[in-house]
């Protein structure tokens, strides 16, 4: 049974940071490119960045490419994704996802979880 555990969502002030955490289970992390999405109401899924299994390559939405870092800890089986400069507009749920290749490729064939929630407010 895969699982996605995230941490890290939390209310930060425009400006701020944040490192969101995903610990996983239930399958071979390092067999799988790994990625982040947010959903935020009322708006369409977005995917935000991904990592391919060796973390040698990384894709970010354009619009995220400076803020937005993703790494992976093959180890401890966790993917993160350190959030810099966040604005209103991140407000979302963000969740970590399973991508299908070792590669970041096939999003429509993606699984993730349940995701933790990051508001940006002042």
């Known amino acids: 049974q895969l699982q996605f555990v995230e941490s890290g969502g939390s209310l930060v002030q425009p400006g701020g940071s944040l490192r969101l955490s995903c610990v996983v289970s239930?399958?071979?992390?390092?067999?799988?490119?790994m990625g982040w999405l947010r959903q935020a109401p009322g708006k369409e899924r977005e995917w935000i960045s991904c990592?391919?299994?060796?973390?040698?390559?990384?894709n970010y939405a354009d619009s995220e490419k400076a803020r937005f870092v993703i790494s992976r800890d093959n180890a401890k089986n966790t993917v993160s994704l350190q959030i810099n400069s966040l604005r209103p507009e991140d407000t979302a749920s963000y969740h970590c996802?399973?991508?299908?290749?070792?590669?970041?490729?096939?999003?429509?064939?993606?699984?993730w979880g349940q995701g933790t929630q990051v508001t940006v407010s002042s």
């Open positions: 996802a399973r991508l299908p290749w070792t590669y970041c490729a096939g999003f429509q064939y993606a699984f």
């Open positions: 990592i391919s299994t060796d973390g040698a390559i990384t």
């Open positions: 239930g399958f071979t992390m390092d067999e799988h490119a």
